[in-house]
């Protein structure tokens, strides 16, 4: 390529194109001037403020209902723009720039970008704002608005900040203000800081919310880029958040001693000390959000590897076409409709696994209305202790992580170091069935143990001491494997724990293991070799 600056030319006019189709659907209406809107800054001043509007009801998780945008207009425009509108105006007017302005009347909207690399116009799609059903008070039925990825780069490019370089930079200036000691503005980053987490949080669960609706428009890149942001945010926040946290609680302790030595802070002292109150308050709070990412990171990575074994599975389905396999045959031999439904039945019914129950032939013979009433009772009681059933069933599941975790340890303790496949050898049947009490469960076990690599257990031991965890019936693996330290068996102290494929290409392969839906499969896996010491 002759020009070097022209590379990624298409990632620069996707922002550029979120404006221009923005101003292409607003500045040429008239619909404006029915309202009293001539100018166009004051067009343009608007829809920003409602974009604001809606990208700020998104972070704080709340509905954003077209009655709520419209009471925000109402409300602008008689303390800024002083308009001749009423209420209902006003309403018309915000479906105007919601439906029209936003989202283009429903039609999909493209932005044609030159790629000087492949030489030739690319359609980005952009969208501002997504919608969702939700359920206000006394189960009223109302659409909710909210900011998409696109909204949202829309709205952070207006500060001239890469997405990417948010955090890092707001953190340096938080930073910054607290050397300086001008808490006052550092109340203002630490909200900001969260804000940003939260955001990422969001976009996780769109992605999440993408992979559901059709996996294959949820790339390999765009799932590549979500993982490797999410873990540099993890490891880059955690560390520095904790620290600030240490800081701001020593020096809140050092106003609180002086406040009680003499009695009375001066009036600067004392707004620092609210100040340094609330900075800690959402440090904790961004701490909470930085957990809620580690969280959603692995769901988005099980629910993306379900999808795709999913649609791989889908591949090997025989599909006919029912104009050429069946309306056609039928016009040709008419009569054999007599017996059509021999051969649709198969097509909706599936082979039952029938099973009987001997000890019902024993069980003694009750009236019908009395065992009605019991079922009845029973129907109500399962009904209000659905959650607590739940937690329960969690509870469980999180028991069969711990038992495959201790039971691998307890085997590569006593040689120090064991493959997969050898580990298999000195296992009973019964044993196994510990080891793979799904193959969900088991798959999850040996992904995050090969992500982690390997474990320091002392460094785990000290960020338990220093930060009280979230309590939560997920599966977390340090937090697991904790538990299982502390309460099986293993006496032995283990400073580390390795975990790598072999170099060998040798495949691992079980017989009968169940999944959750209770199915017997056969699974095969890359050999790895596990060590402690």
């Known amino acids: 390529m002759q020009y070097d600056f022209l590379r990624q030319f298409q990632t620069r006019m996707k922002k550029v194109g979120a404006y221009a189709v923005l101003f292409k659907n607003s500045l040429a209406k008239t619909t404006w001037k029915t309202y009293g809107f001539e100018e166009s800054f004051e067009q343009v001043n608007l829809l920003f403020s409602v974009l604001l509007y809606i990208m700020e009801s998104s972070l704080k998780e709340e509905p954003c209902t077209m009655d709520d945008i419209a009471n925000f207009i109402d409300q602008l425009n008689l303390s800024v723009y002083q308009k001749a509108l009423s209420y209902e105006e006003a309403k018309e007017l915000?479906?105007?720039?919601?439906?029209?302005?936003?989202?283009?009347?429903?039609?999909?909207?493209?932005?044609?970008?030159?790629?000087?690399?492949?030489?030739?116009?690319?359609?980005?799609?952009?969208?501002f704002i997504a919608n969702e059903v939700v359920y206000l008070e006394e189960g009223v039925r109302r659409t909710s608005y909210s900011l998409t990825d696109a909204g949202y780069e829309l709205m952070l490019s207006t500060l001239e900040v890469d997405r990417h370089l948010q955090l890092t930079i707001q953190e340096m200036v938080f930073k910054l203000h607290l050397e300086k000691a001008t808490y006052d503005k550092a109340v203002d980053d630490v909200k900001r800081i969260f804000d940003l987490l939260r955001m990422q949080c969001q976009r996780i669960e769109g992605d999440m919310r993408k992979i559901?609706?059709?996996?294959?428009?949820?790339?390999?890149?765009?799932?590549?880029?979500?993982i490797e942001q999410d873990l540099t945010m993890i490891q880059e926040t955690k560390t520095k958040f904790l620290g600030y946290r240490e800081n701001i609680?020593?020096?809140?302790?050092?106003?609180?001693?002086?406040?009680?030595?003499?009695?009375?802070?001066?009036?600067?002292?004392?707004?620092?000390?609210?100040?340094l109150k609330t900075i800690e308050q959402y440090l904790n709070r961004a701490l909470d959000e930085h957990q809620?990412?580690?969280?959603?990171?692995?769901?988005?990575?099980?629910?993306?590897?379900?999808?795709?074994?999913?649609?791989?599975?889908?591949s090997g389905i025989?599909?006919?076409?029912?104009?050429?396999?069946?309306?056609?045959?039928?016009?040709?031999?008419?009569?054999?409709?007599?017996?059509?439904?021999?051969?649709?039945?198969?097509?909706w019914m599936r082979p039952l696994h029938k099973t009987y129950d001997l000890t019902k032939s024993f069980a003694p013979q009750r009236p019908l209305y009395k065992r009605k009433k019991e079922e009845e009772f029973f129907e109500t009681f399962e009904e209000e202790s659905f959650e607590e059933f739940m937690d329960e069933q969690k509870r469980q599941r999180l028991i069969r992580y711990k038992e495959s975790l201790c039971l691998i340890l307890s085997f590569v303790i006593k040689s120090g170091s064991l493959e997969l496949n050898e580990l298999k050898e000195q296992l009973t049947p019964q044993d196994i069935q510990v080891l793979i009490p799904t193959?969900?469960?088991?798959?999850?076990?040996?992904?995050?143990?090969?992500?982690?690599?390997?474990?320091?257990?002392?460094?785990?031991?000290?960020?338990?001491?220093?930060?009280?965890?979230?309590?939560?019936?997920?599966?977390?693996?340090?937090?697991c494997l904790?538990?299982?330290?502390?309460?099986?068996?293993?006496?032995?102290?283990?400073q580390k724990i390795e975990v790598m494929r072999t170099k060998e290409n040798e495949v691992v392969r079980f017989e009968e293991v169940v999944d959750e839906n209770g199915w017997k499969k056969s699974i095969q896996c890359s050999n790895i070799r596990f060590e402690v010491s």
């Open 94 to 127: 915000a479906n105007f720039i919601v439906d029209v302005v936003f989202c283009n009347e429903g039609r999909p909207m493209y932005f044609e970008s030159y790629n000087y690399e492949k030489k030739g116009y690319e359609p980005i799609h952009i969208s």
């Open 318 to 347: 025989r599909r006919f076409n029912f104009r050429t396999e069946l309306y056609d045959v039928l016009l040709k031999k008419p009569d054999v409709l007599e017996s059509m439904d021999d051969f649709l039945r198969p097509l």
């Open 439 to 479: 193959v969900e469960i088991f798959k999850e076990i040996v992904i995050e143990l090969l992500q982690a690599k390997e474990i320091d257990i002392e460094q785990l031991k000290r960020e338990q001491l220093e930060r009280t965890f979230e309590q939560t019936l997920e599966f977390q693996l340090n937090r």
């Open 249 to 275: 609680k020593h020096r809140v302790e050092e106003l609180e001693e002086k406040d009680i030595a003499i009695q009375k802070l001066m009036d600067d002292e004392r707004e620092n000390l609210q100040h």
């Open 482 to 494: 904790l538990d299982v330290l502390e309460e099986s068996f293993i006496n032995q102290q283990i």
């Open 292 to 314: 809620r990412i580690l969280n959603s990171h692995f769901d988005l990575k099980i629910l993306y590897g379900k999808e795709l074994e999913g649609l791989i599975q889908m």
């Open 212 to 226: 559901r609706q059709n996996a294959l428009l949820y790339s390999a890149k765009d799932y590549q880029e979500r």
